[in-house]
């Protein structure tokens, strides 16, 4: 059998990543219901290390979106993953996640003068709606693309 | 030289909206700091209320300058002008910094508040506005004006 060509390669990791990432984006959203029933002053190590991973795992998926992702491909594979199409469906992405912050963040400031809100709910519905948005806007917008071509 | 029609004398066209939008980031700070003072440093629940509701507007319409919804209002010449490839592509830009911004705000909030008692107020206005004058610098940086050829 012989081996895939680089640009084959490149085109079923695009078909995965289109696949995978309005799933992670929808995963990641459905994980933070977890979060609303821990209390605010919480001292429980597990908690801590709930944010934690919170943390870690939207830093992965917006580095994810930021690279591309097949951090552990050859570069030729990486460029072709990172083509003009994929990089203006990013940079939409990114406007549209950074809207849906803005929005939200203005939002809870208004509920928050009627019913208080912590601190710790605030930071965590902000950052987790860019992250998801900004992922959701790209995954779907690279499905819609692979299906128009 | 050009002469624009009178009736649209004193309507802006899209040359006016790029310079008001290269001008602009660099008053943000100051007007954050100025509303901020507006909003935390006072008791009084009205004029909380109007500080947040200027606060509220400015950041929108920072948004709407930079990050943009179109504007109707424009030619349809000026508007393909202010939409062209090139903002497309620093508009994104200026997002993606906006979000990277908001994420290590908010990783620091979330180590702080180990410590102190995180207000959420205090918090909303400091990751919208950290964010927002990282997005709106970032903005400014990409489009500052290019010296002419001849320069």
């Given at each position: 059998?012989?081996?895939?060509?680089?640009?084959?390669?490149?085109?079923?990791?695009?078909?995965?990543?289109?696949?995978?990432?309005?799933?992670?984006?929808?995963?990641?959203l459905?994980?933070?219901?977890?979060?609303?029933?821990?209390?605010?002053?919480s001292a429980?190590?597990?908690?801590?290390?709930?944010?934690?991973?919170?943390?870690?795992?939207?830093?992965?998926?917006?580095?994810?979106?930021?690279t591309?992702g097949?951090?552990?491909?050859?570069?030729?594979?990486?460029?072709?993953?990172?083509?003009?199409?994929?990089?203006?469906?990013?940079?939409?992405?990114?406007?549209?996640?950074?809207?849906?912050?803005?929005?939200?963040?203005?939002g809870?400031?208004?509920?928050?003068?009627?019913?208080?809100?912590?601190?710790?709910?605030?930071?965590?519905?902000?950052?987790?709606?860019?992250?998801?948005?900004?992922?959701?806007?790209?995954g779907?917008?690279?499905?819609?693309?692979?299906?128009?071509? | 030289?050009?002469?624009?029609?009178?009736?649209?004398?004193?309507?802006?066209?899209?040359?006016?909206?790029?310079?008001?939008?290269?001008?602009?980031?660099?008053?943000?700070?100051?007007?954050?700091?100025?509303?901020?003072?507006?909003?935390?440093?006072?008791?009084?629940?009205?004029?909380?209320?109007?500080?947040?509701?200027?606060?509220?507007?400015?950041?929108?319409?920072?948004?709407?300058?930079?990050?943009?919804?179109?504007?109707?209002?424009?030619?349809?010449?000026?508007?393909?002008?202010?939409?062209?490839?090139?903002?497309?592509?620093?508009?994104?830009?200026?997002?993606?910094?906006?979000?990277?911004?908001?994420?290590?705000?908010?990783?620091?909030?979330?180590?702080?508040?180990?410590?102190?008692?995180?207000?959420?107020?205090?918090?909303?206005?400091?990751?919208?506005?950290?964010?927002?004058?990282?997005a709106?610098?970032?903005?400014?940086?990409?489009?500052?004006?290019?010296?002419?050829?001849d320069?």
């Amino acid at each position: 059998m012989t081996q895939p060509s680089i640009s084959e390669k490149a085109e079923r990791l695009n078909k995965r990543r289109a696949r995978a990432l309005p799933a992670l984006g929808v995963i990641f959203l459905a994980q933070q219901a977890s979060f609303l029933s821990m209390p605010e002053r919480s001292a429980r190590p597990v908690d801590q290390l709930k944010i934690g991973a919170w943390l870690i795992l939207s830093i992965v998926l917006l580095a994810g979106l930021a690279t591309g992702g097949a951090w552990f491909r050859p570069r030729a594979v990486r460029e072709l993953l990172n083509d003009e199409s994929t990089r203006a469906h990013r940079q939409v992405g990114y406007v549209y996640g950074f809207w849906a912050a803005m929005g939200t963040a203005l939002g809870l400031y208004i509920v928050n003068l009627f019913e208080p809100v912590s601190g710790r709910e605030a930071v965590h519905i902000i950052v987790t709606v860019a992250v998801a948005t900004a992922l959701l806007n790209f995954g779907l917008l690279e499905r819609r693309a692979l299906r128009d071509s | 030289m050009s002469y624009r029609p009178r009736p649209d004398f004193d309507q802006p066209d899209a040359e006016s909206v790029q310079r008001s939008r290269r001008m602009l980031p660099w008053m943000i700070p100051l007007i954050f700091l100025q509303q901020g003072s507006l909003i935390f440093g006072h008791s009084e629940r009205l004029t909380q209320i109007v500080g947040t509701a200027a606060w509220a507007c400015v950041s929108l319409l920072m948004l709407w300058i930079f990050l943009g919804l179109p504007m109707r209002w424009l030619s349809e010449r000026d508007q393909a002008i202010i939409n062209d490839e090139r903002s497309r592509m620093v508009r994104g830009d200026a997002a993606s910094w906006g979000i990277a911004a908001l994420i290590l705000i908010g990783c620091g909030m979330m180590v702080a508040r180990l410590w102190v008692q995180l207000n959420a107020g205090i918090a909303i206005y400091g990751l919208v506005n950290g964010a927002l004058i990282v997005a709106v610098c970032r903005y400014g940086w990409l489009n500052r004006s290019e010296p002419d050829e001849d320069e």
